[in-house]
């Protein structure tokens, strides 16, 4: 039997959990696991203004991207999302023009 929602209305059981955790307080903390630090995402840092995160296997572009304007204030411009094949999920993150990702770089303690 489907779960059912505040309204009364039938939903899947994958869309019952979805639900419960948009309604959960946003934790940044939650969606971004750590920094990336590889001479890959250094290049990337210094010539694309991009920074790459390990997030929550569950978020999604929205969350990264509201998780790192609260956490850095700063303005995104996108985000990529990639599946890692040992089983972790990468955010490429680009900043907007305005903000440098070396300077965000450096809070991390990269550069």
């Not at 019952?16 to 990336?36: G, N, R, V, W």
């Not at 210094?46 to 999604?60: C, G, I, Y």
């Amino acid at each position: 039997m489907a779960a059912k929602n505040e309204t009364g209305k039938e939903v899947t059981k994958s869309e019952a959990a979805h639900s419960k955790i948009k309604k959960e307080e946003f934790d940044p903390y939650q969606i971004i696991t750590s920094p990336l630090a590889t001479e890959k995402c250094i290049r990337l840092i210094e010539f694309n203004n991009t920074l790459v995160f390990r997030t929550h296997q569950r978020a999604t572009k929205s969350d990264v991207k509201r998780a790192i304007q609260e956490l850095f204030k700063v303005k995104v411009k996108s985000v990529n999302i990639l599946n890692s094949v040992q089983g972790y999920k990468k955010a490429y993150v680009t900043l907007d023009s305005n903000y440098l990702a070396s300077d965000v770089s450096a809070d991390l303690g990269f550069i």
